[in-house]
């Protein structure tokens, strides 16, 4: 039976920092108001999900279109060829190798210009494990003492695509070389800063010795370990994740070993500021 849409759509937090589940948008059939509604949902919330959609790839894309251009996605191929778009993150029915996604981190940080998000849809799901977690990385910064803030603000960190083990002898890792990026990104559209370090794709911070780097950037790509800035997210099928990859880092839990199968649209951001 498909979900309806209806004329005022319900919030409902998951945790008073970050996500919370939209009830009452069929994501095949949005209206302007519902994209509206998305919008401003998302940039509270920084993940918003939704249970019960009925999409298919076309669909799919054609929703993360609303909010800028959709990546023909170069590291996996799309789902079909009528649509680009849409590529497929699977896993079998044993437990999946260690990977990027069970590491604390932002899609594509060594990108000129990262993603401003993602938008995951669950085909099949484990009976039980394979959540995702994700961290609000402007409470994260938040967090840290007025001092560090200070220290901090105006600094860069070289990433680099090399640095993460998937990606280490991929064929594209020369189109990408190191880049540095800010140690504390300021949201486009908000204003707000976050901290904008990861362990899959920051090697260092700009300017500090090897000593000051040993410390200081562990320290900082740790921070986001804190309960207190996550959320976590139970799939089932039918179930659609969107978050705001500027603001926020996610972490998928390799503790599943039925069969796993997501479809994923990566929408186009801008340079980090």
């Known amino acids: 039976m498909r979900l309806q849409s209806l004329v005022n759509p319900v919030i409902r937090p998951l945790t008073s920092v970050i996500g919370a589940e939209i009830i009452g948008i069929d994501l095949a059939r949005t209206k302007p108001s519902d994209i509206e ?3 401003k949902a998302l940039l509270e919330h ?3 999900f939704f249970r019960d959609q009925e999409l298919d790839d076309r669909a799919h894309a054609d929703f993360a279109a609303h909010f800028g251009v959709p990546q023909h996605f170069a590291f996996l191929p799309p789902v079909a060829e009528d649509v680009p778009e849409v590529h497929a993150l699977a896993s079998g ?3 999946p190798k260690r990977s990027n996604a069970d590491i ?4 594509a940080t060594f990108q000129a210009t990262p993603p401003m998000g993602s938008i995951l849809r669950s085909l099949i799901s484990p009976a039980t494990g394979g959540d995702t977690l994700w961290a609000n990385m402007e409470a994260a910064y938040e967090a840290l003492s007025p001092r ?3 220290m901090l603000d105006g600094m860069t ?3 680099d695509f090399k640095n993460s083990s998937t990606h280490r002898n991929h064929p594209l890792g020369d189109v990408y070389p190191p880049i540095s990026q800010p140690v504390v990104r300021t949201h486009p559209v908000t204003g707000r800063k976050s901290l904008y370090v990861n362990r899959t794709f920051t090697t260092r911070i700009d300017g500090l010795s090897e000593r000051e780097n040993e410390m200081l950037l562990p320290f900082l790509c740790d921070h986001v370990r ?8 139970t799939w089932e099928a039918g179930s659609v994740a969107f978050w705001d990859n500027r603001c926020t880092q996610h972490y998928a839990v390799a503790d599943y070993t039925q069969p796993r199968l997501m479809h994923r649209v990566v929408i186009d951001g801008d340079r980090p500021f």
């Open 226 to 233: 804190g309960p207190e800035f996550q959320c976590r997210f």
């Open 46 to 48: 920084k993940v918003l």
């Open 37 to 39: 509604f998305v919008s």
């Open 93 to 95: 029915g044993t437990k």
């Open 148 to 150: 560090l803030q200070e």
């Open 157 to 159: 960190a070289t990433h």
């Open 104 to 107: 604390w981190h932002s899609d």
